[in-house]
């Protein structure tokens, strides 16, 4: 019993190496969701490159193959929506009022980009419905690729879409706050770390993640090791039952892991399809940053919110680096991560009911 687990350990071993390469590289680099896109980046080209014809290639495919095992995907997908669910404050609940201009737009918002997203991926890049619906979704890039793959959606190209997403997003609207505007954005968020942290903390952050499994599991839901954790992990935290966050350390190696996985899904895709996808990428994520922009200059002042609150707000990069955004332009930190762990809980709760209204089904379903 022993060996065949070891085997698939160390089976794991050349993508995790590769992954952690890339994701350490990618944060010295200061890059947005460094050891995820570093890692999804270096192990997709090491893919590509053993996967293409000569002896160099077929060296590499017997001697380093690169694979990550489903479980080990899955373990680290409840990280993930633990640490989803974290972001939620009990103080939160008492300020729904102030905020509703904002969930109103938002709501507005999500279903005209993902339209005008999916008309793009659908009528000009020929997708299939479901992997053009989730490309289109301003959603986190591991959960619409949890869920889109879940739904029978092409993985490799959903999550170029979203990788090309986050970049674009991070390359625009908050590098103007960086460059133009004169603030400093630290390249990582504080928490306590793994030593640091209190033994019965993370003992209930772990509690979250079996809980919200098994709930979720037994209850029939989607993507139920993402949805289940972070709703248990939600309700805890609103509840003020804890304040923590799953320590840096281990959200790193679930990003690794994450993407190491997503970058193995790159073998066998020809480079020409790679261009093709990400140009239709980039003019999706152009599309969502000029709605926010059109959107930020026109509902401010209406709804009475800060240009900087709206802009980062409705601006479709990640969570993570919204929030250190925030921190760096005095923004209330509290508004513009509740409004992105919205944006993604939505996108994550509503996808799949829209797919049953549609009446399509999960493959294999």
Avoid at 1 to 29: D, V
Avoid at 131 to 152: C, D, K, N, R, W
Avoid at 270 to 278: K, M, T, Y
Avoid at 296 to 324: D, N, Q, V, W
Wanted: a positive charge.
């Amino acid at each position: 019993m022993a060996g065949p687990l070891l085997r698939q350990a160390a089976g794991n071993l050349p993508a995790l190496l590769i992954g952690t390469l890339g994701g350490f590289i990618f944060f010295l680099l200061h890059m947005p969701l460094a050891w995820m896109l570093g890692s999804m980046v270096f192990v997709a080209a090491f893919a590509l490159m053993s996967d293409s014809g000569g002896q160099t290639g077929r060296i590499l495919r017997h001697s380093l193959p690169v694979k990550i095992e489903g479980r080990l995907r899955e373990l680290m997908v409840t990280v993930i929506g633990v640490l989803l669910g974290s972001a939620f404050r009990p103080a939160m609940l008492d300020r729904l009022v102030e905020w509703a201009g904002l969930v109103a737009l938002l709501l507005a918002y999500i279903p005209f980009v993902t339209l005008l997203g999916y008309l793009l991926f659908r009528k000009v890049g020929k997708f299939d419905p479901v992997t053009s619906f989730f490309s289109a979704t301003p959603g986190g890039l591991q959960e619409m690729t949890v869920i889109g793959e879940h739904y029978g959606g092409d993985a490799r190209h959903i999550v170029l879409t979203h990788a090309i997403r986050i970049f674009v997003a991070v390359m625009t609207i908050p590098v103007y706050f960086r460059y133009i505007a004169g603030y400093h954005v630290p390249s990582m968020a504080p928490g306590l770390h793994v030593t640091q942290m209190p033994l019965h903390e993370l003992a209930l952050l772990a509690g979250c993640g079996v809980v919200g499994w098994i709930g979720a599991h037994f209850l029939r839901m989607p993507a139920s090791r993402l949805i289940g954790p972070m709703v248990v992990s939600a309700a805890v935290h609103l509840a003020g039952f804890s304040e923590a966050k799953p320590p840096p350390e281990i959200v790193a190696i679930a990003q690794v892991v994450m993407g190491a996985a997503l970058g193995t899904r790159f073998a066998g895709t020809p480079l020409i399809e790679i261009r093709r996808i990400a140009g239709l990428s980039v003019v999706s994520a152009l599309i969502m940053v000029g709605c926010t922009v059109a959107c930020t200059f026109a509902f401010a002042g209406l709804i009475g919110t800060r240009f900087e609150t709206l802009a980062l707000t409705l601006s479709p990069g990640g969570l993570a680096e919204m929030s250190l955004i925030a921190l760096a332009l005095g923004v209330d930190v509290a508004i513009i991560s509740t409004m992105h762990v919205l944006r993604i809980a939505i996108v994550v709760l509503l996808a799949p009911l829209t797919f049953r209204l549609l009446g399509l089904r999960p493959k294999g379903g």
